[in-house]
Protein backbone atom coordinates (compact mmCIF):
# COMPACT_ATOMS: atom_id res chain seq x y z
CA UNK A 1 0.00 0.00 0.00
CA UNK A 2 2.55 2.28 0.95
CA UNK A 3 4.78 1.50 -2.21
CA UNK A 4 1.53 2.11 -4.37
CA UNK A 5 0.65 5.43 -2.56
CA UNK A 6 4.39 6.93 -3.41
CA UNK A 7 3.96 5.87 -6.94
CA UNK A 8 0.83 8.02 -6.79
CA UNK A 9 2.09 10.54 -5.14
CA UNK A 10 5.27 10.58 -7.77
CA UNK A 11 3.08 10.50 -10.84
CA UNK A 12 1.13 13.79 -9.15
CA UNK A 13 4.35 15.49 -8.77
CA UNK A 14 5.20 14.86 -12.18
CA UNK A 15 2.25 15.76 -13.62
CA UNK A 16 2.20 18.91 -11.59
CA UNK A 17 5.69 20.04 -13.01
CA UNK A 18 4.79 18.93 -16.56
CA UNK A 19 2.15 21.83 -16.35
CA UNK A 20 4.33 24.48 -15.36
CA UNK A 21 5.61 25.40 -18.65
CA UNK A 22 2.71 25.27 -20.95
CA UNK A 23 0.66 27.66 -18.25
CA UNK A 24 3.73 29.90 -18.54
CA UNK A 25 3.24 29.77 -22.36
CA UNK A 26 -0.72 29.84 -22.15
CA UNK A 27 -0.22 33.49 -19.52
CA UNK A 28 2.29 34.75 -21.58
CA UNK A 29 0.03 34.38 -24.91
CA UNK A 30 -2.65 35.84 -23.16
CA UNK A 31 -0.67 38.79 -22.27
CA UNK A 32 0.38 39.05 -25.59
CA UNK A 33 -3.05 38.78 -27.08
CA UNK A 34 -4.45 41.38 -24.80
CA UNK A 35 -1.46 44.02 -25.38
CA UNK A 36 -2.22 44.06 -28.55
CA UNK A 37 1.06 42.60 -29.54
CA UNK A 38 -0.12 40.50 -32.66
CA UNK A 39 -3.00 40.42 -34.96
CA UNK A 40 -6.02 38.23 -33.64
CA UNK A 41 -6.92 37.13 -37.10
CA UNK A 42 -3.37 35.80 -36.83
CA UNK A 43 -2.80 34.63 -33.65
CA UNK A 44 -6.20 34.59 -31.54
CA UNK A 45 -5.82 34.58 -27.33
CA UNK A 46 -6.46 31.66 -25.87
CA UNK A 47 -9.67 32.68 -24.90
CA UNK A 48 -10.76 32.91 -28.04
CA UNK A 49 -9.20 29.37 -29.16
CA UNK A 50 -10.97 27.58 -25.73
CA UNK A 51 -14.14 28.91 -27.14
CA UNK A 52 -13.94 28.11 -30.34
CA UNK A 53 -12.64 24.43 -29.00
CA UNK A 54 -15.81 24.50 -26.66
CA UNK A 55 -17.83 25.07 -30.06
CA UNK A 56 -16.11 22.72 -31.69
CA UNK A 57 -17.05 19.78 -29.48
CA UNK A 58 -20.49 20.41 -28.90
CA UNK A 59 -23.52 19.28 -31.42
CA UNK A 60 -24.63 22.21 -33.06
CA UNK A 61 -28.33 21.81 -32.45
CA UNK A 62 -30.12 21.33 -29.18
CA UNK A 63 -31.05 18.48 -27.84
CA UNK A 64 -34.83 17.13 -28.58
CA UNK A 65 -36.50 13.45 -27.80
CA UNK A 66 -37.21 13.26 -31.87
CA UNK A 67 -32.88 13.22 -32.40
CA UNK A 68 -32.75 9.70 -31.10
CA UNK A 69 -31.13 9.21 -27.54
CA UNK A 70 -29.54 11.71 -25.62
CA UNK A 71 -25.80 10.14 -26.11
CA UNK A 72 -26.09 9.91 -29.55
CA UNK A 73 -26.73 13.80 -29.12
CA UNK A 74 -24.17 14.24 -26.72
CA UNK A 75 -21.45 12.67 -29.26
CA UNK A 76 -22.51 14.40 -32.37
CA UNK A 77 -20.34 17.24 -31.93
CA UNK A 78 -17.53 18.04 -35.32
CA UNK A 79 -14.78 17.69 -32.80
CA UNK A 80 -15.94 14.46 -31.72
CA UNK A 81 -16.52 12.90 -35.24
CA UNK A 82 -13.33 14.37 -36.58
CA UNK A 83 -11.46 12.57 -33.85
CA UNK A 84 -12.96 9.13 -34.06
CA UNK A 85 -12.53 9.43 -37.74
CA UNK A 86 -8.93 9.97 -37.04
CA UNK A 87 -8.07 7.57 -34.77
CA UNK A 88 -10.30 4.44 -36.49
CA UNK A 89 -8.07 5.63 -38.96
CA UNK A 90 -4.82 5.59 -37.59
CA UNK A 91 -5.70 2.56 -35.18
CA UNK A 92 -6.69 0.70 -38.81
CA UNK A 93 -3.49 1.87 -40.72
CA UNK A 94 -1.49 1.32 -37.99
CA UNK A 95 -2.44 -2.56 -37.00
CA UNK A 96 -1.93 -3.52 -40.78
CA UNK A 97 1.91 -2.16 -40.93
CA UNK A 98 2.83 -3.67 -37.84
CA UNK A 99 1.40 -6.89 -39.21
CA UNK A 100 3.04 -6.99 -42.28
CA UNK A 101 6.34 -5.41 -40.62
CA UNK A 102 6.42 -7.86 -37.12
CA UNK A 103 7.12 -11.23 -38.92
CA UNK A 104 9.12 -10.07 -41.63
CA UNK A 105 11.23 -8.17 -39.09
CA UNK A 106 11.69 -11.37 -37.27
CA UNK A 107 12.26 -13.05 -40.18
CA UNK A 108 14.92 -10.88 -41.57
CA UNK A 109 16.08 -10.47 -37.88
CA UNK A 110 17.04 -14.46 -37.41
CA UNK A 111 17.96 -15.14 -40.99
CA UNK A 112 20.54 -13.73 -42.73
CA UNK A 113 19.54 -15.35 -45.68
CA UNK A 114 16.25 -13.80 -45.38
CA UNK A 115 17.89 -10.10 -44.36
CA UNK A 116 20.15 -10.54 -47.82
CA UNK A 117 16.97 -10.82 -49.78
CA UNK A 118 14.68 -8.21 -48.48
CA UNK A 119 17.26 -5.78 -47.22
CA UNK A 120 18.43 -3.58 -50.02
CA UNK A 121 14.75 -3.54 -51.23
CA UNK A 122 13.52 -1.99 -47.47
CA UNK A 123 16.30 0.38 -47.38
CA UNK A 124 15.63 1.55 -50.97
CA UNK A 125 11.79 2.11 -49.61
CA UNK A 126 12.37 3.19 -46.48
CA UNK A 127 13.87 6.99 -46.90
CA UNK A 128 10.66 7.94 -49.20
CA UNK A 129 8.29 9.79 -47.03
CA UNK A 130 5.02 8.41 -46.99
CA UNK A 131 3.74 11.90 -47.97
CA UNK A 132 5.82 11.76 -51.27
CA UNK A 133 3.35 8.77 -51.98
CA UNK A 134 0.08 10.94 -52.09
CA UNK A 135 0.04 11.14 -55.75
CA UNK A 136 -0.44 7.46 -56.41
CA UNK A 137 -2.25 6.61 -53.60
CA UNK A 138 -4.92 9.10 -55.23
CA UNK A 139 -4.06 7.26 -58.21
CA UNK A 140 -4.58 4.04 -57.11
CA UNK A 141 -7.46 4.36 -54.76
CA UNK A 142 -9.31 7.28 -55.50
CA UNK A 143 -10.33 9.33 -52.49
CA UNK A 144 -11.73 8.49 -48.99
CA UNK A 145 -10.43 6.26 -46.54
CA UNK A 146 -8.28 3.91 -48.36
CA UNK A 147 -5.62 6.00 -49.68
CA UNK A 148 -5.38 7.60 -45.98
CA UNK A 149 -5.19 4.17 -44.21
CA UNK A 150 -2.52 3.26 -47.22
CA UNK A 151 -0.04 6.15 -46.29
CA UNK A 152 -0.57 4.92 -42.69
CA UNK A 153 0.37 1.58 -43.08
CA UNK A 154 3.82 3.24 -45.17
CA UNK A 155 4.10 5.51 -42.16
CA UNK A 156 3.88 3.10 -39.21
CA UNK A 157 5.79 -0.14 -41.34
CA UNK A 158 8.83 1.04 -41.25
CA UNK A 159 9.71 2.28 -37.56
CA UNK A 160 8.39 -1.42 -36.56
CA UNK A 161 10.51 -3.33 -39.11
CA UNK A 162 13.49 -1.98 -38.40
CA UNK A 163 13.03 -1.88 -34.57
CA UNK A 164 12.25 -5.16 -34.79
CA UNK A 165 15.31 -6.62 -37.29
CA UNK A 166 17.84 -4.39 -34.67
CA UNK A 167 16.34 -6.52 -31.62
CA UNK A 168 16.54 -9.65 -32.90
CA UNK A 169 19.86 -9.06 -34.32
CA UNK A 170 20.76 -7.31 -30.83
CA UNK A 171 20.27 -10.72 -28.61
CA UNK A 172 23.47 -11.28 -26.83
CA UNK A 173 25.60 -14.40 -27.83
CA UNK A 174 26.17 -15.45 -24.03
CA UNK A 175 22.08 -16.36 -23.65
CA UNK A 176 22.11 -17.82 -27.39
CA UNK A 177 24.65 -20.20 -26.75
CA UNK A 178 23.85 -20.84 -23.30
CA UNK A 179 20.44 -22.21 -24.40
CA UNK A 180 22.35 -24.23 -27.32
CA UNK A 181 23.98 -26.04 -24.34
CA UNK A 182 20.90 -26.73 -22.68
CA UNK A 183 19.86 -28.69 -25.73
CA UNK A 184 17.13 -26.35 -26.88
CA UNK A 185 15.80 -26.50 -30.49
CA UNK A 186 15.53 -24.00 -33.26
CA UNK A 187 12.05 -22.80 -32.32
CA UNK A 188 12.91 -23.07 -28.44
CA UNK A 189 15.40 -20.65 -29.75
CA UNK A 190 13.56 -18.26 -30.98
CA UNK A 191 10.59 -18.25 -28.88
CA UNK A 192 11.69 -18.71 -25.26
CA UNK A 193 15.39 -16.70 -26.06
CA UNK A 194 15.12 -14.43 -28.93
CA UNK A 195 11.81 -13.40 -29.10
CA UNK A 196 11.45 -11.89 -25.44
CA UNK A 197 15.15 -9.95 -25.65
CA UNK A 198 13.70 -8.13 -28.78
CA UNK A 199 10.63 -7.12 -26.96
CA UNK A 200 11.94 -4.00 -25.85
CA UNK A 201 13.24 -3.07 -29.12
CA UNK A 202 9.72 -3.74 -30.85
CA UNK A 203 7.54 -1.67 -28.57
CA UNK A 204 10.04 0.73 -28.97
CA UNK A 205 9.41 0.87 -32.83
CA UNK A 206 5.58 0.42 -31.81
CA UNK A 207 5.60 3.54 -30.23
CA UNK A 208 7.57 5.43 -32.65
CA UNK A 209 5.32 4.02 -35.07
CA UNK A 210 2.01 4.73 -33.77
CA UNK A 211 3.44 8.52 -33.09
CA UNK A 212 4.28 8.63 -37.51
CA UNK A 213 0.74 7.10 -38.40
CA UNK A 214 -0.73 10.08 -36.27
CA UNK A 215 1.32 12.74 -37.90
CA UNK A 216 1.01 11.11 -41.73
CA UNK A 217 -3.21 11.02 -40.64
CA UNK A 218 -3.32 14.47 -40.65
CA UNK A 219 -1.70 14.73 -43.58
CA UNK A 220 -3.63 12.75 -46.06
CA UNK A 221 -6.55 13.66 -44.32
CA UNK A 222 -5.81 17.42 -46.06
CA UNK A 223 -5.80 15.90 -49.05
CA UNK A 224 -7.54 12.42 -49.80
CA UNK A 225 -10.70 12.96 -47.00
CA UNK A 226 -13.27 14.94 -46.37
CA UNK A 227 -13.92 14.21 -42.52
CA UNK A 228 -11.09 14.09 -39.65
CA UNK A 229 -8.90 16.48 -37.57
CA UNK A 230 -6.86 16.95 -40.81
CA UNK A 231 -9.31 18.02 -43.05
CA UNK A 232 -11.51 20.46 -40.67
CA UNK A 233 -7.85 22.63 -39.96
CA UNK A 234 -7.76 22.83 -44.12
CA UNK A 235 -11.41 23.85 -43.94
CA UNK A 236 -11.15 26.53 -41.48
CA UNK A 237 -8.14 27.81 -43.34
CA UNK A 238 -9.98 28.21 -46.27
CA UNK A 239 -12.28 30.29 -44.26
CA UNK A 240 -9.77 31.85 -41.93
CA UNK A 241 -10.73 30.65 -38.85
CA UNK A 242 -7.20 30.87 -36.92
CA UNK A 243 -8.99 29.93 -33.99
CA UNK A 244 -10.46 27.18 -35.38
CA UNK A 245 -6.92 25.70 -36.71
CA UNK A 246 -5.50 26.09 -33.46
CA UNK A 247 -8.45 24.26 -31.81
CA UNK A 248 -7.91 21.54 -34.02
CA UNK A 249 -3.58 21.20 -33.32
CA UNK A 250 -4.42 21.76 -29.74
CA UNK A 251 -6.39 18.54 -30.39
CA UNK A 252 -4.46 16.67 -32.07
CA UNK A 253 -1.34 17.25 -30.09
CA UNK A 254 -3.79 16.00 -26.61
CA UNK A 255 -4.49 12.95 -28.40
CA UNK A 256 -0.86 12.31 -29.80
CA UNK A 257 -0.18 13.02 -25.97
CA UNK A 258 -2.83 10.46 -24.49
CA UNK A 259 -1.79 7.65 -26.83
CA UNK A 260 2.16 8.34 -26.11
CA UNK A 261 1.27 7.71 -22.33
CA UNK A 262 -0.89 5.34 -23.06
CA UNK A 263 1.72 3.00 -24.92
CA UNK A 264 4.47 3.77 -22.86
CA UNK A 265 2.28 3.04 -20.02
CA UNK A 266 1.73 -0.56 -21.53
CA UNK A 267 5.52 -0.65 -22.29
CA UNK A 268 6.10 0.13 -18.92
CA UNK A 269 3.54 -2.69 -18.05
CA UNK A 270 4.96 -5.55 -20.59
CA UNK A 271 8.91 -5.04 -19.55
CA UNK A 272 8.20 -5.14 -16.12
CA UNK A 273 10.57 -8.33 -16.57
CA UNK A 274 13.13 -6.66 -18.10
CA UNK A 275 13.66 -3.95 -14.97
CA UNK A 276 13.55 -6.47 -12.21
CA UNK A 277 10.05 -5.23 -10.87
CA UNK A 278 8.22 -8.61 -11.59
CA UNK A 279 7.74 -10.03 -8.94
Known sequence: MAGAARKAGQGWRQLVVGMIVPIIVIAV???????????????????????????YLLPVQPYSAEQG?????????????????????????????????????????????????????????RPIPPIAYIPLSILWFGLGNAPAVFLIVLGAFFPVLMNT????????????????????????????????????????????????????????????????LGFRILEAREYFWSDKIMAGMITIGLLGLAIDSAVNKLNNYLLRWHRGLEN
Open 69 to 125: SWLAWAVSGELILDALGSLYRVALGFAIGAALALPLGLLMGASPLVYAWFNPLMQLL
Open 165 to 228: IAGVRQVDGIYLRAARNLGASGSTLFIRVILPAAVPYILSGVRIGIGTAFIVVIVSEMIAVNNG
Open 29 to 55: WQLAAMQGWANPQMLPSPLAVAERWLA
